[in-house]
């Protein structure tokens, strides 16, 4: 384990001694981060179809922790990631995507988000996790992210704060207009600068909302 793993960088302030306690316990339990795992098939659409015979069987896990955890289960919207979006990401990074199956736990605070990820393991085979609230995505978005098994499928579930959950539902339109310039072979210096500007409206909101979210620094 590196420090990285159990203490926060300067852009990271605000997880109580609690917290950062749960996390390294986190680490130990399961070592592995989501990068370091693969699907059990690279056919795009082989783990497609995979993805959609297990969904059942994964929104019923879903729903189970939910229930003995206390928080609500949110599934994707249809079940699984849509086929051009599953595509798109596949092309893009080379790997079959590690999230065609997905869900999410909201938490209002954070010591009820750690206390409930530090159960995952009662309803779900975790094959990884990552602490994204400590090392934060390049948007500035944060979370908590495991890859699960089912019947040898990866699955992504994700712990996410509510404000972070909200304001991602407004950034994902900012992050749309950026796949669209970001596909382009080339850009015109004026696509350039929206580009730029996307990205720092995007890096800008996350930072505002980590700073009122670690105000609360894990506490009640």
């Known amino acids: 384990m590196t ?6 960088n300067a852009s990271s302030p605000g997880l109580s001694a609690e917290l950062l306690d749960v996390t390294h316990a986190l680490r130990a339990r399961f070592p592995k981060r989501p990068a370091e795992i693969r699907q059990p098939t690279q056919n795009l ?3 497609y179809a995979q993805a959609q015979d297990l969904s059942n069987e994964f929104l019923s896990q879903l729903t189970l922790f ?3 955890s206390g928080a609500r289960a ?5 079940g699984i990631k849509s086929w051009a979006r599953t595509e798109e990401k596949g092309n893009l990074f080379g790997l079959v995507p590690l999230d065609i199956l997905g869900g999410k736990y909201v938490f209002g605070q954070l010591t009820p988000l750690y206390a ?3 159960r995952v393991h009662e309803s779900f085979d975790v094959l990884a996790f990552q602490d994204r609230f400590l090392k934060p995505q390049a948007s500035g978005y944060r979370d908590l992210q495991f890859v699960v098994s089912v019947q040898g499928h990866a699955a992504e579930i994700k712990f996410c704060h509510a404000a972070f959950d909200e304001l991602d539902a407004y950034e994902h339109r900012l992050y ?3 796949r669209v310039l970001e ?3 080339e850009l015109s210096a004026i696509e350039r600068i929206v580009l730029d500007t996307l990205i720092d409206a995007s890096t800008l909101m996350y930072q505002h909302v980590w700073a009122s979210v670690s105000a609360e620094g ?3």
């Open 183 to 185: 596909r382009k072979a």
């Open 218 to 220: 894990g506490g009640e």
């Open 45 to 47: 659409q082989d783990a």
């Open 3 to 8: 420090a990285d793993d159990l203490f926060p």
């Open 176 to 178: 749309e207009m950026r």
């Open 74 to 78: 949110t599934p994707r919207p249809n």
């Open 66 to 68: 939910g229930t003995l």
């Open 116 to 118: 409930a990820a530090a």
